[in-house]
Nanobody, 123 residues
Framework: QVQLVESGGGLVQAGGSLRLSCAAS????????MGWFRQAPGKEREFVAG????????YYGDSVKGRFTISRDNAKNTLYLQMNSLKPEDTALYYC????????????????WGQGTQVTVSS
């Protein structure tokens, strides 16, 4: 069982940066792949970034490539998402999610979810 709690969201101007964190409970965090997803009002939840259990492989959605960076610290049971050059279209509720070992882009394949943290980018 893994419990996930996101933090770090807020209001930022376009072009600014935020770093999201996801704190995980449980001793099995290091064996889980982790992902970030986001959901804007009236839209489906979409894949943002993923990282495998070891941190050796990372994956990004097309809309955030080159601007966002996913990372993890297994010693601290924490997942991060560094978001730079933010745009108004990045406004959404951001969720972290976990599944065993290998990250995927499919939200249905993640077992554990946090409650989300709101990111709002003003123009």
């Amino acid at each position: 069982q893994v419990q996930l709690v996101e933090s770090g969201g807020g209001l930022v101007q376009a072009g600014g940066s935020l770093r999201l964190s996801c704190a995980a409970s449980g001793r099995t965090f290091s064996s889980y792949a982790m992902g970030w997803f986001r959901q804007a009002p009236g839209k489906e939840r979409e894949f943002v970034a993923g990282i495998n259990w070891s941190g050796g492989n990372t994956y990004y959605g097309d809309s955030v490539k080159g601007r966002f960076t996913i990372s993890r610290d297994n010693a601290k049971n924490t997942l991060y998402l560094q978001m730079n050059s933010l745009k108004p279209e990045d406004t959404a509720l951001y969720y972290c999610a976990g599944r065993p070992y290998i990250a995927t882009i499919f939200r249905g394949e993640y077992e554990y979810w946090g409650q989300g943290t709101q990111v709002t980018v003003s123009s």
